[in-house]
Nanobody
Framework: QVQLQESGPGLVKPSQTLSLTCTVS??????????WKWIRQSPGKGLEWMGA???????IYSPSLKSRASIFRDTSKNQFTLQLSSVTPEDTAVYYC???????WGQGTQVTVSS
């Protein structure tokens, strides 16, 4: 079982770029499981898969984000990062990272988009 911890700003202004980092411990983002994912849940809505980065660095994204999302990693720190550009209030959500052999989840981090 790996541990995942999301970190980033809790408040972002509209049109800015949101950047969230997932720090993984107890496992490696280059060997454990296959996909390391970002998922969010907006108020009153279900879980939304945003994108993922594989152990070999391949990335995939949800088409619904219209190319606003980018995921990259720092293998030296065992971290992967989500960047979401041109945010709007509709991007307000709890953001989760998950992955590993057992698909473990972080506790989630609240992000509010507001001026």
């Amino acid at each position: 079982q790996v541990q995942l911890q999301e970190s980033g700003p809790g408040l972002v202004k509209p049109s800015q770029t949101l950047s969230l980092t997932c720090t993984v411990s107890g496992g490696s983002i280059t060997t454990n499981g296959y996909w390391w994912k970002w998922i969010r849940q907006s108020p009153g809505k279900g879980l939304e898969w945003m994108g993922a980065i594989a152990v070999d660095g391949i990335t995939i994204y949800s088409p619904s984000l219209k190319s606003r999302a980018s995921i990259f990693r720092d293998t030296s720190k065992n971290q992967f990062t989500l960047q979401l550009s041109s945010v709007t209030p509709e991007d307000t959500a709890v953001y989760y990272c998950c992955g590993g052999d057992s698909l473990d989840w972080g506790q989630g981090t609240q992000v509010t988009v507001s001026s």
